[in-house]
């Protein structure tokens, strides 16, 4: 029996709101500055290590991130990240040596009932820059305690059929 793969606009109706793809480093001696003059790349967000810092307490941080539509996900927005650090992953990889974390995060807004549909283009091209990926999740606090349920398939299997 074929296997049959749905379109575009399927899978992506009910996909995460606001996707996000970023190129994220992180360290406790981070100095975002000091990332900025090495890669040559100019971050949409960094941050320096101090305690109160919002991103994770005690830790610098360097982002390049690239944001698009509601209901878009990820095609488009990984080649568009891949293709602004190409021209340095010598950098990139010299960084994660000295031993900050370096990784590609995907992120958005995950609504009940979505999903994040990551083709095996995204997934290609994320492979690309040898780093690692990492799944960042943000989601509305449900208004009812059985909602933190919801993630969890249809005992009757309906969640298999896309």
Sequence with gaps: MPISWPGPSRSLRRSWGTPRAAL???????????ITAESGITPTFSGEATRDASFRPGEGC???QVSGAPEQGFDGLVDELVALI???????QNIRRRGDSVQLDLSGHVRSGSRAVLS???LACAARP?????L?????PPARSEDLLDW???PDGSHRAI
Excluded: C, N
Aim: net charge negative; aromatic share 2%; proline share 14%.
């Design 130 to 134: 040898g780093l690692p990926v990492s």
């Design 86 to 92: 190409s021209p340095a992953p010598g950098k990139i």
């Design 152 to 154: 969890l398939p249809a």
């Design 24 to 34: 994220l480093i992180t360290g406790r001696k981070l100095e975002p500055q000091d």
């Design 120 to 122: 095996s283009h995204v």
């Design 136 to 140: 960042t999740t943000d989601a509305d």
């Design 62 to 64: 360097w982002a390049l």
